[in-house]
């Protein structure tokens, strides 16, 4: 079988948002540089391409926030060529009238049929991935996942969903308002689905660590760079087959009485953690700030060649990441991405891609609200 | 720009499922150009059916009567009972032809988000019927969604060593309503249902 084409975003038009009036992109299908001074909107064109491909921003859950101030609604526009072939993708938002989507001019329903898993982003504050709390890490690592395999987002989605029934049927449960004997109706699909779950993860990691440590490498992050998934709870997930569901469903009705003191599912795919590390090192806990960056940027790396080989080789976003870096990181980096499919570099340094080798294929310049190819 | 008694039917429209503003608007100018007689039709009808209709005391489904008129159909299996969730997912399973027995409404399936206990549905009712009617075969078509199933898993527990417990056969949309499945997959499904 071939590889399926790269994720390549051929054109970006926004109209009102954040401080974009208007604005439309022209881009080629490497590494796109981004320059502009602080504040000048590199980040908002970043924001309005993630827009484009999966119809939620990076940066807030509150949509109104992005829409300009004094504009009634936001249009993004992106013509994205992918697997599924080249299609022109329009998302609006309006306050209070909620979400638009089209395909080739044609209205679709719902998100989930719309959205096209075609980008990881990298924004700055994108060290929660390896610095933040356990939930931070699992999203970043389910965020892949949901992009290599189609079932995976569904599997996901249901398995929290049960849990969010389990957990509401225990609080009930304590407080004398309900039986128990409905807690094993919502623990079948928990254990079904949470062993889909655990399965996906744990092939998703080991899949991930022998690239994630070249990558750290090179990037100067040092040898022995590692992950591993800290299962909840340990070692479950090492089960084969069949019996993981099993082991699942025994673990939750053996867990009742306790969990029911709780009012809570204290254990399961849902409080699965990732192990980053180099060597010994925990990185999560005792690399410094610059560690943790060199290691989300190897994440970020990592996941890219996995996608590649699963499904299609996404677009990457790196926002603001170079001034963050020194001059040897920032070149390792830059040539790293060099020949890896598309990627768009946001910097407010002009002579960022100075020390490349070969000039980027595009550089855009944006001043005052305008650009300039 | 309208008169009260205008903006009064357009706004009762308007509140209808599937029924815009602007739809209400046509809907109510459609009825202004109609003879009087229409308008009288209309409301009378909407007001008797709101009247007459009660639940069925077996099932739960609309009646007119005591009865719905598959209970009262002495030519329906008494033996075979299916369990669904509202009295809209009856009419489906109805057009399939494949399907000869009688019905029970649960009004509803288990959602401890929403607080919807077993207490909440018709089910000590559903069990009295099994031994009462004789029941052989319990159909359960709750919804293919997770509080469907849900449902159905903590239904078939609750009866199994008692009846035969049978499921509707996978192929069903999931995550949608009976009633927006096809004739023709709902009767595979109902035809292909297997043990639970
Ligand atoms: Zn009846």
């Given at each position: ?233 340990q070692g479950l997930p090492e089960i084969a087959g069949d019996a993981l569901e099993e082991a699942l469903a025994e673990m939750l009705a053996e867990r009742r009485p306790r969990e029911i003191q709780a009012a809570q599912t204290l254990s399961g795919p849902h409080r699965d953690d990732l192990w980053i590390g180099a060597g010994d090192a925990d990185l999560r806990r005792e690399g410094s700030q610059g560690e943790q960056r060199t290691a989300a940027l190897a994440l970020l790396l990592a996941a890219r060649d996995h996608l590649r080989a699963r499904a299609a080789r996404p677009i990457l976003l790196l926002d603001d990441v170079l001034s963050e870096l020194d001059p040897v990181r920032r070149r390792l980096l830059l040539e790293a991405v060099r020949d890896g499919g598309q990627t ?30 | ?196």
């Open positions: 079988m071939p590889p399926a084409p790269d994720w390549v975003a051929r054109r970006l038009a926004v109209a009102d948002v954040r401080c974009w009036d208007r604005a439309e992109l022209d881009l080629p299908a490497g590494l796109v540089l981004i320059v502009g001074p602080n504040g000048a909107g590199k980040t908002s064109l970043v924001e309005a391409l993630v827009l484009g491909c999966v119809g939620v921003s990076p940066r807030t859950a509150r949509e109104a926030e992005i829409v300009r101030r004094g504009a009634e609604a936001l249009h993004v526009t992106l013509d994205l060529d992918g697997p599924p072939g080249a299609h022109r993708r329009e998302i609006g938002f309006a306050p209070g009238r909620g979400r638009r989507l089209r395909l080739d001019g044609d209205p679709v329903r719902t998100l989930a049929s719309w959205r096209a898993r075609a980008v990881l982003v990298f924004l700055p504050d994108e060290l929660r991935a390896v610095k933040g709390p356990p939930a931070a890490r699992r999203r970043a690592l389910d965020r892949v996942l949901e992009a290599a395999a189609p079932g995976f987002a569904e599997d996901l989605s249901g398995y929290q969903h049960a849990l969010a029934q389990r957990n509401a049927l225990l609080r009930r449960v304590r407080a004398g308002l309900a039986s128990e004997a409905s807690l094993p109706a919502w623990e079948a699909p928990m254990a079904e689905l949470g062993a889909r779950v655990a399965r996906a993860r744990r092939e998703g990691v080991a899949a991930l660590a022998g690239p994630f440590a070249s990558w750290l490498a090179d990037l100067g992050g040092g040898r022995g760079g590692a992950l591993r998934l800290e299962t909840s709870p768009l570099v946001t910097s407010a340094d002009p002579g960022a891609a100075d020390a490349l080798a070969a000039p980027p294929d595009a550089v855009v310049r944006v001043e005052d609200g305008r650009l300039h190819a | 720009m309208l008169t009260p008694s205008i903006e009064r039917l357009v706004s009762e429209l308007a509140r209808l499922p599937g029924i815009g503003p602007r739809s209400a608007q046509r809907l109510a100018f459609h009825m202004m150009k109609a003879p009087p007689e229409r308008a009288r039709g209309l409301a009378e009808a909407m007001i008797d059916m709101t009247e007459r209709l009660r639940p069925c005391s077996v099932c739960f489904s609309f009646a007119e009567a005591e009865l719905c008129p598959i209970c009262a159909d002495p030519r329906r299996d008494a033996s075979l009972l299916c369990a669904v969730e509202e009295p809209s997912a009856i009419l489906p399973i109805e057009r399939t032809h494949e399907y000869r027995g009688r019905y029970h409404v649960l009004g509803g399936a288990l959602s401890p988000i929403d607080g919807v206990d077993p207490e909440d549905l018709r089910i000590a009712e559903l069990v009295a019927r099994l031994d009462d009617d004789g029941v052989t075969e319990l159909v359960i078509a709750t919804n293919p969604t997770m509080s469907g199933e849900a449902t159905a898993l903590y239904l078939a527990d609750l009866v199994r060593g008692r009846v035969r417990v049978t499921r509707l056969a996978s192929g069903l949309p999931v995550g949608a309503d009976l009633e927006h499945a096809d004739e023709l997959t709902l009767g595979r499904a109902l035809l292909g249902r297997r043990d639970l």
